[in-house]
C-alpha cells in the first residue's frame, strides 16, 4: 500500500495542561479530500494547526509523506493553508499577494505561476487590483490561489467560506473541489457545516471532546454511525427502544427488524435503534399510526415530528404536496436499509 501524505498516531494537544486533542490517529492519502466535523471546541483548529506546525503536540507522532513533520517548522512541510484569520496583505496587488509563496521560482515563472493561478479560480484580469478592491469572494479566492500557487501537496482550510452567503459559498467550494482534483492535490477542511462536508469531502470525521470519533466516507457516517453521538450529530435522528430477538432481530413499538450485522448483546437485551426521519415512510395501510406534534416546511419535503402511543417521538420526511396541520394522524412504515443499534446506556444524550 503506498504511505499516507498525512499519517496521525495517538496524537494529544493541550493548553496549559487542559487537553484539545486526544489520541488521536488520522490518514489522508494524496489527493483525499478530507473533512473535520464536530461541534464548537472540540479540537479541530487545534489539530489542523498542528498538522500545520503553529501548535507543538503534547505526545503523538505526525508523518508526511511517510517522514517525522514534528521537528519540521510550518514552511518546512510544504503546506498550503488558508485559515480565518489569515488575512491578505493589504499593501500588496492580487499578483503580489499571490506571488508571494513563490520565491523559489524565478521572476518570470513566478509573474506565470500567479497568472495560471489566478485564472484557475476565476480572477482572471484583477491581478494589478489591491485587496480592498475587491469583494469579500474575490478576497477569499485571492486567498485561496495564494495557498494553491506553491501547488503543496496537501491543502489545509480552517472554515474557509464561512464569512461568505450561503450562494457565494456553494460555488466557491465546488470551484475549489474541482480546482484540488484537476492539480491532484489532497486537503483537510475544518468546518461546522454538515451539508459542506459532505459536498466538499470524500472522507468525513466527527470529533468530539478531543477525539476523532469516526473518519469514513460521509455515506457511511449517516447510515453506520460509530456511535450514538455520531449518529445524532450527523443528519437528523431519534433512537428507539428495542429489545435483541434471536436471529439477528430486534423487537420495537414498529414491529420487528432486521439486523444485517451480528449484534454482541445476548437476546432479552435492551438496545435502541437508530432512526432517520428517511426510514419512516408516510403509507396509506399497514404501518403505525403515530400523531404529528410538528411540521417543518423544507421545500421539496416537510419534516413530521410524530409521537407514537407510547410516547417514543420519531421524525419522518413526507413530501410537501402531502398537507397536513399538527395533531392530524398519520401512519408510517419502517423502510430501513441499515438498522443501526446502539445499547441503551452508551454516550447518554
Ligand atoms: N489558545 C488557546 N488557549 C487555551 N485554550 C485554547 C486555545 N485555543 C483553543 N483552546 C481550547 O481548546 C479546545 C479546542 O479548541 P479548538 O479551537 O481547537 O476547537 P474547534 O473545534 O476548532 O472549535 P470552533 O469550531 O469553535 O472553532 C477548546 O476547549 C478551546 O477552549
Known amino acids: 500500500m503506498a504511505p499516507s501524505l498525512l499519517s496521525i498516531r495517538r496524537l494529544s494537544c493541550a493548553y496549559a495542561g487542559q487537553p484539545a486533542v486526544r489520541e488521536l490517529d488520522l490518514d489522508l492519502g494524496p ?14 483548529t487545534t489539530l ?5 506546525g503553529f501548535h507543538a503536540p503534547a505526545s503523538g507522532e505526525l508523518r508526511l509523506r511517510g517522514k517525522d513533520a514534528l521537528p519540521l517548522a510550518p514552511e518546512a512541510r510544504g503546506l498550503g493553508f488558508v485559515f480565518q484569520d489569515l488575512a491578505l496583505f493589504p499593501h500588496l496587488t492580487v499578483a503580489e499577494n499571490v506571488g508571494f509563496g513563490l520565491h523559489r521560482l524565478g521572476r518570470s515563472e513566478r509573474a506565470q505561476r500567479s497568472r495560471e493561478t489566478l485564472a484557475l479560480i476565476g480572477l482572471d484580469g484583477l ?9 469579500g469572494g474575490q478576497q477569499q479566492r485571492v486567498a485561496l490561489a495564494r495557498s494553491l500557487a506553491p501547488r503543496p501537496d496537501l491543502l489545509l482550510l480552517d ?11 456553494g460555488r466557491l467550494r465546488e470551484d ?35 477525539r476523532l470519533l ?37 423487537a420495537t413499538a414498529l414491529g420487528e427488524l432486521e439486523v444485517a450485522r451480528p449484534m454482541p448483546w445476548p437476546d432479552g437485551s435492551e438496545v435502541r435503534v437508530l432512526l432517520r426521519p428517511d426510514d419512516l415512510r408516510p403509507v396509506d395501510e399497514g404501518g403505525i399510526e403515530a400523531e404529528v406534534t410538528a411540521i417543518a416546511f423544507r ?31 398519520l401512519r408510517v412504515f419502517p423502510d430501513l436499509a441499515h438498522v443501526v443499534v446502539f445499547p441503551p446506556d452508551a454516550d447518554p444524550l
Not at 31 to 41: D, K, N, R, T, V
Not at 127 to 135: A, G, K
Not at 197 to 210: E, H, K, P, R, S
Not at 318 to 329: A, C, E, K, L, M
Open 214 to 250: 469516526q473518519w469514513a466516507p460521509g455515506f457511511e457516517l449517516y447510515h453506520r454511525p460509530a456511535t450514538p453521538f455520531v449518529a445524532s450529530f450527523v443528519g437528523e435522528g431519534r433512537f428507539l427502544a428495542a429489545r435483541v430477538m434471536p436471529g439477528n432481530r430486534v
Open 31 to 44: 489527493g483525499e479530500l478530507g473533512c473535520l466535523l464536530g461541534p464548537s471546541g472540540c479540537g479541530k
Open 127 to 135: 491581478d494589478q487590483r489591491y485587496p480592498h478592491e475587491l469583494s
Open 159 to 169: 472554515e474557509p467560506f464561512s464569512s461568505l452567503d450561503a450562494d457565494l459559498r
Open 299 to 329: 421545500g421539496a419535503d416537510t419534516l413530521h415530528t410524530l409521537r407514537l402511543g407510547d410516547g417514543t417521538v420519531l421524525m419522518s420526511l413526507v413530501p410537501s404536496h402531502q398537507q397536513r396541520q399538527p395533531g392530524s394522524r
Open 48 to 52: 489542523l494547526r498542528a498538522i500545520a
Open 176 to 210: 475549489l473541489r474541482g480546482l484540488l482534483r484537476q492539480l491532484g492535490i489532497a486537503a483537510l477542511l475544518v468546518t461546522h457545516d454538515q451539508e459542506e462536508a459532505f459536498a466538499f469531502a470524500d472522507t468525513v470525521g466527527v470529533m468530539q471532546g478531543g
